[in-house]
């Protein structure tokens, strides 16, 4: 199972990092995802890096201020969020990814999601 962890309140254009773990598995050539969903909207891609080869996939909403990455020695992904909008208000969670690389931003094919953090953004 995996955990998200980082969340919080903060003002917009602050920034947070959160973090996915991993509990009882180790990340290997996969690829994983963070998602997000806000009240009452259905669940979105947000990012998604490959484990083995460091590749980034990004939604069009975050690209340029959210970066993914992970850090192989403690099996843990990180999403680095700068200039947060009131629209990123959400909870985020992460997955795994078992599907086509194509499929890399449906997340109907992932699994493993875990318990998700809580980030709120205010104006």
């Known amino acids: 199972q995996l955990q998200a962890s980082g969340g919080g309140s903060v003002q917009a254009v602050d920034s947070l990092r959160l973090s996915c773990a991993a509990s009882g598995r180790t990340f290997t050539n996969e690829n994983v995802g963070w998602f997000r969903q806000a009240p009452g909207k259905e669940r979105e891609f947000v990012a998604a890096i490959r484990w083995s080869g460091g590749f980034t996939y990004y939604a069009d909403s975050v690209k340029g201020r959210f970066t993914i990455s992970r850090d192989k020695g403690k099996n843990t992904v990180y999403l680095q969020m700068n200039n947060l909008k009131p629209e990123d208000t959400a909870v985020y969670y992460c997955?795994?990814?078992?599907?086509?690389?194509?499929?890399?931003?449906?997340?109907?094919?992932?699994?493993?999601w875990g318990q998700g953090t809580l980030v709120t953004v205010s104006s």
């Open positions: 997955a795994v990814h078992r599907g086509i690389l194509s499929k890399v931003r449906d997340g109907t094919s992932y699994a493993h």
